[in-house]
């Protein structure tokens, strides 16, 4: 089973339910989602947030941040993450944030991406040093916050 397939399985499972916000990957991993049978009962819907104002406007992200820091950054997945499960009223939200290239943003280099999931017991984050060109910088950032996901989904408790 794919990565998607998994995550939507899990959450079908638990009942429960997940929104994007996403960057480098522009609806990638909505996508992804979405491409799966089934998806429908778990997937709440998501944002494409790609310009840096828009992660503030649309799913909360504090202006101060995102100024002091760029948009790729560990604590902006994080705030990405938890702003698509509150506006979307979720149980878990995932982000996507980073560099996909072919050039560096801002002084990070290409292949440094942070992807973010937020749920009922807090956010994880973690980050990515990948390598390949930009569609595949971008499929590997698909592919972790997924399978981030479900290796949460699979040792934390089922909601009673």
């Given amino acids: 089973m794919t990565a998607a397939g998994d995550a939507v399985r ?8 997940a929104a994007t916000a996403e960057s480098l990957t522009g609806g990638l991993v909505a996508a992804t989602i979405v491409d799966v ?3 429908s009962a778990v997937f709440r819907g998501g944002f494409v947030v790609y310009a840096t104002e828009l992660k503030a406007a649309l ?8 100024a002091d820091r760029g948009p790729v950054d560990p604590e902006v997945a994080a705030k990405l993450a938890e702003g ?3 506006r979307c009223g979720a149980d878990w939200g995932l982000a996507t944030t980073g560099v996909a290239g072919p050039e560096p ?9 942070y992807i973010a999931v937020a749920g009922p017991d807090g956010t994880r984050v973690r980050e990515l040093k990948l390598t390949g060109n930009r569609a595949a910088i971008r499929i590997e ?18 909601p009673a």
């Fill in 10 to 17: 899990a959450l079908a499972e638990r009942g429960q339910t």
């Fill in 37 to 39: 049978p089934g998806a």
């Fill in 59 to 66: 799913t909360g992200v504090p202006k101060e941040l995102l």
């Fill in 84 to 86: 698509a499960r509150e």
């Fill in 105 to 113: 943003q801002d002084g990070k280099p290409v292949g440094l991406v």
């Fill in 141 to 158: 950032s698909v592919m972790a916050v997924l399978q981030l996901l479900t290796g949460i989904l699979g040792s934390a408790p089922a």
